[in-house]
């Protein structure tokens, strides 16, 4: 498994956010529920997200993003996708 950093840049549309957040924070919930999430939040500003992925690969990862309901509502307009390695935390020792 590979961990991913994934930063998400959102639309200024707050309606559009409120709109979905409840799909995107169940489906979150899901995938984390599931041990392909293992941490993430949002920035204070409202503005986008960090949310840190573990996932085969960039194709199975694109998968979970690509059915985010804040991707197929078009509330994420810009991402940004790292591989990470972690070295210090919890997350380096999974």
Do not use: C
């Amino acid at each position: 498994m590979n961990t991913y950093a994934v930063l998400w840049t959102y639309t200024a549309d707050a309606e559009q956010i409120a709109r979905h957040r409840d799909s995107h924070m169940q489906y979150i919930k899901r995938l984390a529920a599931e041990g392909a999430i293992v941490e993430g939040g949002g920035w204070r500003d409202g503005s986008g997200a960090l949310i840190v992925f573990r996932a085969s690969d960039r194709e199975q990862l694109k998968g979970y993003l690509d059915a985010d309901p804040f991707t197929t509502e078009g509330v994420i307009v810009a991402t940004q996708i790292h591989e990470w390695a972690a070295a210090i935390g919890p997350i380096a020792r999974i």
